[in-house]
């Protein structure tokens, strides 16, 4: 098969499901958050996580060692945590290394989460993008009956 030139194939299927995936961004001031989980945007039930980004806008600051970990809380799309130290202005967090952690499907409705550890913040922000399928209402493809034995 010969390669397509501009405007060839625009109606192709293959192509037309890779512009299904869709991002959100959003913000977190986690600068006064104590040693919690803290819920902040809800993806629902059936959504397929592919990935997301988060971006250290204001570095982590507390009295104590405090960590910070974002992500789907239980879940393998949830990054490692991250020390204070380590969470410099501009420094990329995203999911842990873990071979299974993409694509996620939520088998409920979920949060994406802020978690510190070990102490409270008093300073901290990160600008966060999620990579993301949405769940289907219903399918157009064919339907397969499997046989018995």
């Known amino acids: 098969m010969a390669n397509p030139f501009y405007g060839q ?9 890779v512009l299904q995936i869709k991002k959100r961004q959003f913000s977190i001031d986690c600068g006064i958050q104590e040693a919690n ?8 039930k059936g959504d397929m ?3 997301f980004s988060c971006v250290v806008t204001e570095q982590p600051v507390s009295v104590g060692s ?19 130290a380590t969470a410099v202005l501009a420094y990329p967090i995203g999911p842990n290394n873990a071979g299974d952690a993409a694509p996620y499907v939520l088998v409920a409705d979920d949060t994406f989460d802020s978690i510190v550890g070990a102490a409270t913040l008093t300073e901290g922000k990160v600008d966060v993008t999620v990579w993301y399928i949405e769940a289907p209402a219903s399918h157009s493809g064919p339907e397969w009956v499997t046989p018995a034995s």
Do not use: H, P, R
């Not at 194939?9 to 499901?17: R, Y």
């Not at 989980?37 to 629902?44: D, G, V």
């Open 49 to 51: 996580i592919l990935g």
């Open 9 to 17: 194939n625009k109606a192709d299927a293959q192509i037309s499901d």
């Open 66 to 84: 405090a960590t910070v970990q974002f992500g789907f809380s239980s879940t393998t799309m949830l990054s490692a945590a991250v020390g204070k």
């Open 37 to 44: 989980t803290a819920a902040t945007e809800t993806f629902s």
